[in-house]
């Protein structure tokens, strides 16, 4: 499925880093420097506004990326796109020269 030219799976994605460098930004870099900075403590809606720039910026990197090229051949039998190491075709199950 394609929501304006770009795949479902990596607006999934992209939402989750998104979600993930939401929570670490806001849950575990406070817990850190509490931790470690003692009487030294940021505003909470500090916290809050570096959560969020943190993870729109993150979603919108993930989307930008360049998803990973994937080597590919035709099987000479059966004439559909193949992974380019394998040795058996996945579509017609016969061994590959």
Not at 3 to 11: L, N, T, Y
Not at 41 to 69: D, E, F, M, N, Q
């Amino acid at each position: 499925m394609n929501i304006s030219g770009i795949k479902h799976s990596k607006i999934v994605r992209a939402v989750a880093a998104g979600v993930i460098m939401f929570f670490v930004t806001l849950v575990i870099f406070p817990f850190l420097v509490y931790l470690f900075g003692g009487e030294d403590w940021y505003p909470p809606w500090s916290w809050l506004v570096l959560a969020t720039v943190g993870g729109v910026a993150t979603s919108i990197a993930a989307l930008a990326s360049r998803p990973t090229k994937t080597r590919t051949r035709t099987c000479p039998y059966c004439r559909e796109e193949i992974d380019a190491r394998a040795v058996v075709c996945k579509h017609c199950g016969r061994d590959l020269p």
